[in-house]
């Protein structure tokens, strides 16, 4: 009988979330690429999103349970709330599609959603390697580019939809949905500052 449970299983957990965010994030993108089925797919993201709080659900759980924690019990509390922050902006992005009635994508909204996969795939490579963080910090500059990509594009988005619409509510909700999307990589960002402490805290 072990008497004290050891936090073996806390980078299995964050790993397998930030698996479900990346596959999330493929699947908005594919939705944006090819704008078909988009109740469908919206469900499907939203699967995954239930399926991140129940990861989130089981991992603070575990953090409850556990009596030595592999870092300490505010980070992991932390990035397992960062990384729920950044599925829940996915799945938020995904169901204004179906909220607002959105006929067609734009190609500024497409290309956010590349910039947040792209996030979401540095992210799975820095918490796939949180037992040898030897490249994290690397990785946290990298998302905090892809941060500053997504805000210049968002800008030029509404700058453009100002421009060139003239139907008022269809700006209200262009701008909102390129505000979530660009509001996604903030999340990742904060994922990338919660990495950042734990590597510095450890160096």
Request: hydrophobic share 45%.
């Amino acid at each position: 009988m072990q008497l004290i449970p050891r936090g073996v299983k806390f980078y299995d957990l964050f790993r397998e979330q930030a698996e479900n965010i990346h596959q999330a994030a493929q699947m908005l993108v594919g939705l944006f690429e090819d704008f078909k089925d988009v109740e469908k797919h919206v469900a499907e993201i939203k699967f995954l999103e239930h399926k991140g709080d129940q990861l989130t659900h089981e991992l603070m759980m575990k953090l409850n349970q556990t009596f030595i924690t592999p870092m300490d019990r505010e980070d992991i509390h932390s990035l397992g709330s960062a990384l729920d922050d950044v599925l829940d902006l996915v799945d938020a992005a995904a169901s204004r599609l179906v909220t607002y009635k959105v006929t067609s994508v734009t190609p500024g909204a497409r290309q956010l959603s590349k910039v947040i996969l792209h996030g979401t795939e540095i992210i799975l490579q820095a918490v796939s390697e949180l037992n040898k963080p030897h490249n994290i910090l690397e990785y946290c500059e990298k998302i905090a580019m892809i941060e500053e990509e997504a805000d210049r594009i968002k800008g030029e988005c509404v700058a453009r939809l100002f421009e060139d619409s003239t139907n008022p509510v269809e700006i209200i909700k262009w701008k909102e949905i390129y505000e979530v999307l660009e509001a996604t990589t903030d999340k990742c960002e904060d994922v990338a500052d919660v990495l950042e402490a734990v590597v510095l805290k450890a160096a």
